[in-house]
Structures are given as C-alpha cells and as structure tokens.
C-alpha cells in the first residue's frame, strides 16, 4: 500500500534536508512535517506541499507492487527487530515485483532514492538488486543506484544465518560484486 | 501492497478462499508446500506475498486461481499470490518416500493440507539457498529430530533416490549442527480457516 509517510520521509533524506529546513521552506510547520513522516496525518494538501519541497510530486502508475522505497523501511525495521530473515525476505519480495514489471513499470519501481536502512550493506545490496534487475530489462538506472555511499569499500557478505557459507565470486551477480556485497545469485531464484 | 505477507494474512486469505469456493461449489483439494506450509504449521516465519500450491487434486487449478483472485482483489494482493509455479519448477520429490500431507482444513468440498516436514526439510536441502533457506533447514532439522549431517543425508536420499546432499548443502547442514542438535522450535497454534 503507498504510504506518504515513506515517500516524503524518503524524498526530504534524498534532497538531504532536515524536517525543520523541509518546514522552513514550504511554511508547514515543523509538526506536521513530523506527523506525516510518522503517518499520523496524510492530508493529500500537505504531502503534496512536503513533496514540492524537496522537488517531488506524486504520480499514478499502473502497478500495485512497492517500490525500493517501501522496501528499504521494511528491511530498516526489520533489521532494528534483529531479524535478518525477514529482512532478507523484503529484499527477495522486490527481486520478484522488479521481475514481475517490464519495461518502464519496472523501473517506476526504483525511481525514487530509498532511505538508508541504516546498514551499508543492506543499502548497498539494495541498490544492487535494482541494478541488476533494472539493465537485465535493458533499463536506465537512476542516480542513487551508482552512488558512492552505496559502494562499500571493503567486500563483505551480506549476512543472514551464521550458517551460511560465503560465496566464491563467481557465484555473486555482477552488480553486487561490483558494489562489495557477497550474496550468492541463486538466494534470489525461485525454486 | 504489502511487502510482505505474515502468517494471519494467509489464514486470512486461506480462509476467504474457502468461502469464494463454496459460493461457487467448487472440489477442491489443495496442498501447500514452502514458506506458507512452513509458516502456517511449523515455526514463526516471514513470507513473501507467494503462496506455492500443487495442481489442484480434485478439482481445478483454473476455480482455485480466479477464487483466489477475488480475494486478492480484496486486499490488495497480486493475483497470483497463490500460485501453481512450484509444480512447475518440479521441486516436489516423486520418486522416493512417499509425500505425507497434514491437513489443515477440510470439509465436504475443499481440503487444504500442508506437506510433513520431513518432506520440506528435504525439498529445502534440495534449494540450499544461502539466507534464503538456512534458517528453514535450521528449524526443520530440530522439528525432525535430525542431529547429525549423515541423518540429514540419509533423509535427502529418501526422498531423492541416487541423489546426494550438494557440497554447499552438506556445508550449510554442518555448520548448523557444529554445536550439537537443534532445539524444535514451538509450532504455532493450529491455523483456523
């Protein structure tokens, strides 16, 4: 389900302003922009001054999958949960919308610059999956997904069960390795 | 559209399903396997929106698909949240120990059943998806009573006749076991549909 509170609180962090500069800037005053990142007020009015704010608007696409977006909260709470399976999960269920689309639908899937999940690999691994999925389609690739921040400077696994073995390289799609994340590519196939 | 589907969400959507299919009266007998089965019977799990069915014994896969799509319609789910691709994707052991399935619904017209858990312990070895089935094959060697990797071999080759646990499989089950067996977990209370 689209939530304003994830598309303003991910468009502000994308356009690295801070809630007060965000009211400053649209003459909403700095609790309202706190109540609708907290979802406790999503006045179609106020999301959409929020979001001409940080240079956003809303737009209708013809799908009802959740965008990377969503995606990353649900793997930032999931992870605050200390649980890394249904993190890993989230990350799996984008795998399977990003497939689902073709063409520009998919990529509307991955326009929007996610927030961070407060984990370099999990922000790295994310914009991986939507990489690959994205050129797989023969499609452009947005901004956030080539930025630096999430490239990690040193190659780590991106770690679910301590049982899990670690992958040789020819086993981690290109785009995550070009990033530093071991993930094995068949932890995202269906059986 | 969630992201992702907790265990009420498909007793939910189980149980709506019934009901599209009585309206209908439709037969239908319908047995899950993965992460659904899992989390509807074994252990607490997450799943993704993806509900792996097998071709629909007695009845038809084409009744259960457009019941299941009223439901979806509903809540905002794909349609294809239950869906037949597992069957497919030939995952399902054939040729050896036969499957047993657990009931979990059933009336007259319509059963619903998961697969034991010996069997989706051994269609998990089979996956041996790094992160993606580790915990399961975790949890369905404590649920099955397996403590060492020759038991959890002998199991595969039961179901997979002339077949051997992969390399990486055989490490994964090694390294759950190094610190001794696994405890079962607690199994959920009965789903009710």
Same mark, same amino acid.
């Given at each position: 389900?689209?939530?304003?509170?994830?598309?303003?609180?991910?468009?502000?962090?994308?356009?690295?302003?801070?809630?007060?500069?965000?009211?400053?800037?649209?003459?909403?005053?700095?609790?309202?922009?706190?109540?609708?990142?907290?979802?406790?007020?999503?006045?179609?009015?106020?999301?959409?001054?929020?979001?001409?704010?940080?240079?956003?608007?809303?737009?209708?696409?013809?799908?009802?999958?959740?965008?990377?977006?969503?995606?990353?909260?649900?793997?930032?709470?999931?992870?605050?949960?200390?649980?890394?399976?249904?993190?890993?999960?989230?990350?799996?269920?984008?795998?399977?919308?990003?497939?689902?689309?073709?063409?520009?639908?998919?990529?509307?899937?991955?326009?929007?610059?996610?927030?961070?999940?407060?984990?370099?690999?999990?922000?790295?691994?994310?914009?991986? %999956?939507?990489?690959?999925?994205?050129?797989?389609?023969?499609?452009? #690739?947005?901004?956030?997904?080539?930025?630096?921040?999430?490239?990690?400077?040193?190659?780590?696994?991106?770690?679910?069960?301590?049982?899990?073995?670690?992958?040789?390289?020819?086993?981690?799609?290109?785009?995550?390795?070009?990033? =530093?994340? %071991?993930?094995?590519?068949?932890?995202?196939?269906?059986? | 559209?969630?992201? @992702?589907?907790?265990?009420?969400?498909? *007793?939910?959507?189980?149980?709506?399903?019934?009901?599209? #299919?009585?309206?209908?009266?439709?037969?239908?007998?319908?047995?899950?396997?993965? =992460?659904?089965?899992?989390?509807?019977?074994?252990?607490?799990?997450?799943?993704?929106?993806?509900?792996?069915?097998?071709?629909?014994?007695?009845?038809?896969?084409?009744?259960?698909?457009?019941?299941?799509?009223?439901?979806?319609?509903?809540?905002?789910?794909?349609?294809?949240?239950?869906?037949?691709?597992?069957?497919?994707?030939?995952?399902? +052991?054939?040729?050896?120990?036969?499957?047993?399935?657990?009931?979990?619904?059933?009336? @007259?017209?319509?059963?619903?059943?998961?697969?034991?858990?010996?069997?989706? %312990?051994?269609?998990? #070895?089979?996956?041996?998806?790094?992160?993606?089935?580790?915990?399961? *094959?975790? %949890?369905?060697? =404590?649920?099955?009573?397996?403590?060492?990797?020759?038991?959890?071999?002998?199991?595969?080759?039961?179901?997979?006749?002339?077949?051997?646990?992969?390399?990486?499989?055989?490490?994964?089950?090694?390294?759950?076991?190094?610190?001794?067996?696994?405890? @079962? +977990?607690?199994?959920?209370?009965?789903?009710?549909?």
């Amino acid at each position: 389900m689209f939530k304003a509170s994830t598309a303003v609180r991910a468009a502000r962090r994308s356009s690295r302003l801070t809630q007060k500069q965000l009211a400053d800037g649209t003459r909403v005053d700095q609790a309202s922009v706190s109540r609708v990142e907290n979802d406790r007020d999503v006045e179609a009015k106020t999301v959409d001054r929020l979001l001409a704010g940080t240079g956003h608007r809303l737009y209708a696409a013809p799908t009802r999958r959740d965008d990377a977006s969503a995606t990353a909260v649900e793997i930032r709470q999931q992870l605050r949960n200390g649980d890394r399976d249904r993190a890993l999960r989230a990350l799996i269920q984008l795998n399977d919308d990003l497939l689902a689309e073709d063409g520009l639908v998919r990529g509307v899937l991955a326009i929007a610059e996610p927030e961070t999940t407060t984990d370099l690999v999990w922000d790295a691994a994310l914009a991986a %999956l939507v990489a690959w999925r994205l050129r797989e389609g023969g499609l452009p #690739l947005p901004t956030w997904v080539e930025a630096e921040q999430r490239v990690l400077r040193e190659r780590q696994v991106l770690a679910v069960d301590d049982a899990d073995p670690v992958p040789p390289y020819s086993e981690v799609p290109d785009e995550f390795a070009r990033r =530093g994340v %071991l993930a094995w590519r068949d932890t995202f196939a269906s059986v | 559209m969630a992201s @992702a589907l907790e265990r009420d969400d498909i *007793i939910v959507g189980l149980r709506e399903l019934v009901r599209e #299919l009585r309206k209908t009266g439709e037969v239908a007998g319908i047995r899950l396997v993965g =992460g659904a089965a899992l989390a509807l019977r074994y252990f607490d799990r997450g799943v993704t929106r993806d509900v792996d069915a097998l071709h629909v014994r007695p009845g038809s896969d084409d009744a259960v698909a457009a019941a299941a799509a009223v439901v979806a319609k509903r809540h905002d789910w794909h349609a294809l949240w239950l869906n037949f691709e597992v069957t497919r994707a030939d995952a399902l +052991p054939t040729l050896g120990r036969p499957v047993e399935w657990l009931p979990i619904y059933g009336d @007259a017209d319509i059963t619903i059943e998961v697969a034991a858990k010996e069997t989706l %312990l051994a269609m998990k #070895l089979r996956a041996n998806r790094p992160g993606r089935d580790t915990r399961d *094959i975790r %949890l369905l060697l =404590g649920l099955c009573g397996i403590g060492t990797v020759a038991e959890a071999e002998r199991l595969y080759e039961e179901f997979y006749p002339g077949d051997a646990l992969s390399d990486r499989a055989f490490g994964m089950v090694t390294a759950i076991l190094a610190d001794g067996p696994v405890a @079962a +977990p607690v199994p959920p209370p009965a789903p009710l549909i």
